[in-house]
């Protein structure tokens, strides 16, 4: 390799179709060194890594159990007190506590590339066309209403109108812990069942951003929330241009993040309008949109640093200082978010889904029957990420936020076991030539875990 420093194309630097590429280095015969075209880079091969649906769900998984661990150990009070420890300039009023850093701050990054994700879908990707779509779509709708229903019977049943503010919790779905507990006792299931439960989160995540921007907003501040809608706009200027400069981005989102914080809004909010900035198709000749560029770049450091970060904070439940598991799970709020999350995620997933394809002309995607809808349901139940996110939106002082966490990671666990052993006795089931019964044989070349699956 040469002794000078190699350059890394931005996104808006990569090579143009009909340019020639840089060169790499290559022999004088135009070959390149055997090691150079099989070996990637150490940064490349920590991308692929963190990235791996399996690994991501891995991580937060850990960061979960560390953070329990710890806050029921000899030395919980060390926890609370790291959690507790505040940083930030207080003349912007961002002197805030570590745990609400990584709920407000370092969750704007995942929050980002959800908005980026969601821009590539409805542009160029499954939500496109609304008729292929619309099975999944209102199959999240269902998973997202039914939750909300149960729980808000079981709370108004035991636990009293202050109870009833975490409506919302039981409605969310953390799809990188679903994709993992997928992509491993998913096996030999058809790859289309993936593309569903993407789909469905996608939609999901939309409600989930719809639901914090709207029900958990107390006071909203009309000029930081100007300020923020210009600095989106710039953003979307620049972020369109041919070249863009990452020195120009970086402290522009950052401004805009503040002011979105300072608004009353939750922040996160913030990370999903920049990431809808993003274009998704490709522009200035380039190979790629920058949708996916942009997706490639920022995904590793929010699956590996922001969400394992949050999850740590957030899952710290004590229940040795709570009264013990019984007492916390006992509660009416806790009741109400395990029956929302393990219970009403399947009914409303399956339930809209049979419904839908009974009554409408609407079909599932070819290799998909309603039967495997049952483990996509359970996996739809496992809330984790952004259900303890609304959880502390929805009692921020209040003696509920606790039970509410314990409900989130007990019924998220259960949800995923029994999803587990859901998908593999669908696996081993036999299947039929058409089983979304369009009347056309389903022509599957794909199953999760195969080889050409692994090339994803």
């Given at each position: 390799?040469s002794?000078?420093?190699?350059?890394?194309?931005?996104?808006?630097?990569?090579?143009?179709?009909?340019?020639p590429?840089?060169?790499?280095?290559a022999?004088?015969?135009?070959a390149?060194?055997?090691?150079?075209?099989?070996?990637p880079?150490?940064?490349?091969?920590?991308?692929?890594?963190?990235?791996?649906?399996?690994?991501?769900g891995?991580?937060?998984?850990?960061?979960?159990?560390?953070?329990?661990?710890?806050?029921?150990?000899?030395?919980?009070?060390?926890?609370?007190?790291?959690?507790?420890?505040t940083?930030?300039?207080a003349?912007?009023?961002?002197?805030?506590?570590l745990?609400?850093?990584?709920?407000?701050?370092?969750?704007a990054i995942?929050?980002?590339?959800?908005?980026?994700?969601?821009k590539?879908?409805?542009?160029?990707?499954?939500?496109?066309?609304?008729r292929?779509?619309?099975?999944p779509?209102?199959?999240?709708?269902?998973g997202?209403?039914v939750?909300?229903?149960?729980?808000?019977?079981v709370?108004?049943?035991?636990?009293?109108a202050?109870?009833?503010h975490?409506?919302?919790?039981?409605?969310?779905?953390?799809?990188?812990?679903?994709?993992?507990?997928?992509a491993?006792?998913?096996?030999?299931?058809?790859?289309?069942?993936?593309?569903?439960?993407l789909?469905?989160?996608?939609?999901?995540?939309l409600?989930?951003?719809?639901?914090?921007?709207?029900?958990?907003?107390?006071?909203?501040?009309w000029a930081?929330l100007?300020?923020?809608?210009?600095?989106?706009?710039l953003?979307?200027?620049?972020v369109?241009?041919r070249?863009?400069?990452w020195?120009?981005?970086?402290?522009?989102?950052?401004?805009v993040w503040?002011?979105?914080?300072?608004?009353?809004?939750?922040?996160t909010?913030a990370?999903?309008?920049?990431?809808?900035?993003?274009?998704?198709?490709?522009?200035?000749g380039?190979?790629?949109s920058?949708?996916?560029?942009?997706?490639?770049?920022v995904?590793?450091?929010?699956?590996?640093i922001?969400?394992?970060?949050?999850?740590?904070?957030?899952?710290g439940v004590s229940l040795?200082?709570?009264?013990?598991?019984?007492?916390?799970?006992?509660?009416?709020?806790?009741?109400?978010?395990?029956?929302?999350?393990?219970?009403g995620k399947?009914?409303?997933?399956?339930?809209?889904?049979?419904?839908?394809?009974?009554?409408?002309?609407?079909?599932?995607?070819?290799?998909?029957?309603?039967?495997?809808?049952?483990?996509?349901?359970?996996l739809?139940?496992?809330?984790?990420?952004?259900?303890l996110?609304?959880?502390?939106?929805?009692?921020?002082?209040?003696?509920?936020t606790?039970?509410?966490?314990?409900?989130?990671?007990?019924?998220s666990?259960?949800?995923?076991l029994?999803?587990?052993?859901?998908l593999?006795?669908?696996?081993?089931?036999?299947?039929?030539?058409?089983?979304?019964e369009?009347g056309l044989?389903?022509?599957?070349s794909?199953?999760i875990?195969?080889?050409?699956?692994d090339?994803?």
């Open positions: 390799m002794t000078h420093e190699q350059h890394t194309p931005t996104p808006d630097e990569s090579p143009r179709t009909g340019e590429a840089p060169s790499t280095g022999t004088p015969s135009g390149l060194p055997l090691a150079t075209a099989e070996r880079s150490a940064g490349r091969r920590w991308k692929r890594w963190v990235t791996r649906e399996t690994t991501g891995a991580l937060l998984i850990g960061a979960a159990i560390l953070a329990l661990l710890w806050a029921n150990s000899p030395w919980r009070a060390a926890y609370f007190d790291l959690a507790a420890f940083v930030g300039p003349s912007l009023h961002l002197d805030l506590s745990s609400t850093w990584a709920a407000d701050g370092l969750l995942f929050f980002f590339v959800v908005g980026v994700e969601l590539q879908e409805f542009v160029a990707g499954s939500l496109r066309n609304p292929e779509a619309g099975v779509m209102l199959a999240a709708v269902g997202m209403v939750p909300a229903i149960l729980y808000v019977t709370a108004l049943w035991g636990g009293g202050d109870a009833v975490g409506w919302a919790i039981p409605t969310a779905t953390d799809i990188a812990f679903a994709l993992a507990v997928l491993v006792f998913g096996r030999g299931l058809p790859t289309a069942i993936r593309t569903f439960l789909t469905l989160a996608v939609v999901d995540d409600l989930a951003i719809i639901v914090i921007a709207v029900f958990y907003t107390e006071t909203l501040h930081p100007g300020l923020a809608l210009v600095g989106v706009a953003f979307a200027f620049l369109r241009r070249r863009t400069h020195w120009l981005l970086l402290p522009l989102a950052l401004v503040a002011l979105v914080h300072a608004s009353g809004i939750h922040a909010v990370g999903v309008l920049l990431g809808f900035m993003v274009p998704a198709l490709a522009i200035h380039e190979k790629t920058r949708t996916h560029q942009y997706e490639h770049r995904k590793p450091i929010s699956a590996g922001a969400l394992p970060i949050f999850a740590f904070f957030a899952a040795v200082d709570g009264g013990g598991v019984g007492e916390m799970i006992g509660q009416p709020v806790a009741i109400g978010i395990i029956v929302g999350l393990v219970v399947g009914i409303g997933v399956l339930g809209v889904t049979a419904l839908v394809t009974k009554l409408t002309p609407l079909r599932l995607a070819p290799g998909i029957g309603v039967r495997d809808l049952l483990p996509v349901g359970l739809a139940g496992i809330g984790f990420t952004v259900s996110l609304i959880a502390e939106l929805s009692f921020p002082d209040s003696g509920h606790e039970s509410a966490k314990a409900a989130v990671l007990l019924a666990v259960a949800s995923a029994l999803a587990a052993a859901a593999r006795w669908d696996a081993r089931r036999k299947r039929s030539d058409d089983m979304n369009d044989p389903d022509d599957i794909t199953y875990g195969d080889a050409a699956d090339e994803r």
